[in-house]
């Protein structure tokens, strides 16, 4: 390895992913090792955190030996530690957390304290999203659903979130209420394409001016649970592909005019997407069309999956113009489950 590059390992830990990292300058990725623990929680619906936080203890050391591994570096190579250090759950963010001071004291090397949201941007630019300003970015995953503004290289605001369930929750429950496993997205994504998404008209909350940019599912997912129980009474046979493709449609529908609105409104040349719900077929095949018809000198970038859903490579790269500013962390970092975006 070049001496004259700067190597930072990137951990995440911040839900039911197990990552480690290393990047070089902020860009070349030399690993990005991911452990899912989809198949621990899916007998439960979804995330369980005590499992979470016990499986990441299990196998982090594993985790980033791999990745140095991988990397072909020694940890005496390294330049800095970086960590997600929220927002997410607090028992797994923490081993996170713990491991990268652990790893900062014993090596006398500099930690960098990342905020997980808007390493989620910088999972964008490693996989070639244009850094132009403004740009509109949301993130949808299962414990996110957020719309950024992004107006420089280190300026970006909230535009808005979600008030109750983020997106990819909206799916794990709708698919658990059918009984089609987790994590429901991919499941939902796919019945959808069989269905009919005009079947049902469920509702799409806009939440009127105020709440323009904020989001809300749980009605969509009442509305999904009463469809069933009166189909149910009344002895109707439900058409599951129908069901998946009104819901998916209602929720996708919101996703995609809000994300239009605030990029119309505030000039966005780019729109990126992140988090696992971007790997969804027709929310990026919607997203595509609209923005070509409505938009057609923004630019879309959706990047490839394995980049969409949590990893540390995003956690590394925005580590690097922390490292250029010398902008460490103190060893008494602690994890900030609620940490908001900036
Ligand atoms: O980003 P991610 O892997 O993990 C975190 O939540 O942090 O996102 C997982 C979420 C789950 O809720 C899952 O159901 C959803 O993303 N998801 C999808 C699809 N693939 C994953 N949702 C809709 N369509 C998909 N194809
Ligand atoms: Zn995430």
Known sequence: M????????????????????????????????????????????????????RQHLTIINTIINNAMHEAGVSFQDLDALSVSYGPGLVGALLVGVSTAKALAYGLKKPLIAVNHLQAHLYANYLDGAPRVYPTVVLIVSGGHTELLLVTGPKEMVLLGSTRDDAAGEAYDKVARLLELGYPGGPVIDKLARDGNPSAIAFPRSWLGDEGRFDFSFSGLKTAVINHLYHARRKEELVSIPDLAASFQEALLEVLVEKTLVAAKEYGAKAVLLAGGVASNSRLREWMRERIETILPNTELHIPKLVLCTDNAAMIAAAAYPLYLERNFASLNLNAQPGLPVK
């Open 2 to 53: 070049a001496d004259n590059k700067t190597l930072i390992l990137g951990i995440e830990t911040s839900c039911d992913e197990t990552a480690a990292a290393v990047v070089a300058d902020g860009q070349e990725m030399l690993s990005n090792i991911i452990s899912s623990q989809v198949e621990l929680h899916s007998r439960y619906g979804g995330v369980v955190p005590e499992i979470a936080s």
